[in-house]
C-alpha cells in the first residue's frame, strides 16, 4: 500500500513556543490531507482538512491560528501548533487518501512543559 | 455533519470465539465504510472495507455487514486469535474519493483472553 510519512514521531516543547509537524505522501501525490488529533484511549478527531495550493479547511472548535495548516506540494503538508501550552499536548496523526483509502502517517506525540 | 456511533468501547473474549462490533451513521449520503486497526502506539491500518453498494464482505476471519436502511454496519472476527487485541475504529464517509473526510467512531478496545 501507500506511504505516508510523518515527522517527527514524538517531540517535547517548552509553553509558548512553536512546533512544526510534517507530513509526506512518499509514493502518491495528494491533492488533500487530513490532521487528526487523539488523546489516550479516544478516537481520532479531525481537526482540519489541508488542501494542496489553497487554504485548509478547519472543523468547527478548532482554532486556525493556533493550528496552522500548510500544503505546499502534492506531497507534503506541515501542521504548525504555534504558542504551544500543556493542553495541546497530544498525539496527533496525519493521512492522505490514495483511491478509496486511507493511510496514516506514524503520528507525532507532542509534549508541551 | 456526519456522526458515527460505535458500541461497545470495550469487548473482551475467549481466543477463538467471534467478536462483533456495531456502528451507526447519521448522514444517508454515506457510502464508504472502512474499518481500522490500531495497536498500542502505532498508526490505524485499514482491515475491511465495504461501499453502499455491496451488503456484506468477508475477508478470512473478518467480514463486515451494511444495512442502509438502518444506517448501520458491523465488523465480525471470527475464531479470534492474541493478535486481534487492539482498538479497533469504525469509519464512514460521504465518497469514494481522496479528497473526501473520514469521520471515525469512538473506537472498541478488543481484547482476546488466551
Known amino acids: 500500500g501507500a506511504v505516508v510519512s510523518q515527522h517527527p514521531s514524538w517531540v517535547i516543547c517548552k509553553s509558548g513556543t512553536s512546533v512544526k509537524i510534517e507530513c509526506r505522501s512518499l509514493?502518491?501525490?495528494?491533492?488533500?490531507m487530513f490532521w487528526y488529533r487523539q488523546f489516550p484511549k479516544q478516537s481520532l478527531m479531525l481537526m482540519a482538512t489541508s488542501n494542496e495550493g489553497s487554504k485548509a479547511t478547519y472543523e468547527q472548535g478548532v482554532e486556525k491560528d493556533k493550528f496552522l495548516i500548510n500544503h505546499a506540494s502534492l506531497t507534503l503538508s506541515t501542521l504548525t501548533v504555534t504558542s504551544a501550552h500543556p493542553e495541546d499536548s497530544s498525539f496527533y496523526i496525519c493521512?492522505?487518501?490514495?483511491?478509496?483509502?486511507?493511510?496514516f502517517g506514524q503520528g507525532t506525540r507532542l509534549t508541551v512543559v | 455533519g456526519e456522526n458515527v456511533e460505535q458500541h461497545p468501547s470495550t469487548l473482551s473474549v475467549q481466543e477463538g470465539d467471534s467478536a462483533v462490533i456495531k456502528c451507526t451513521y447519521s448522514d444517508s449520503a454515506s457510502n464508504y465504510f472502512p474499518w481500522y486497526k490500531q495497536e498500542l502506539g502505532k498508526r490505524p491500518q485499514l482491515i475491511i472495507d465495504i461501499r453502499s453498494n455491496v451488503g456484506e464482505k468477508k475477508d478470512q476471519r473478518i467480514a463486515v455487514t451494511l444495512n442502509k436502511t438502518a444506517k448501520h454496519f458491523s465488523l465480525h472476527i471470527t475464531e479470534t486469535q492474541p493478535e486481534d487485541s487492539a482498538v479497533y475504529f469504525c469509519a464512514a464517509s460521504i465518497s469514494n474519493f481522496g479528497n473526501e473526510k473520514l469521520t471515525f467512531g469512538t473506537g472498541t478496545r478488543l481484547t482476546i483472553i488466551p
Open positions: 493521512s492522505a487518501r490514495q483511491g478509496t483509502e486511507a493511510f
Open positions: 509514493d502518491f501525490q495528494a491533492t488533500t
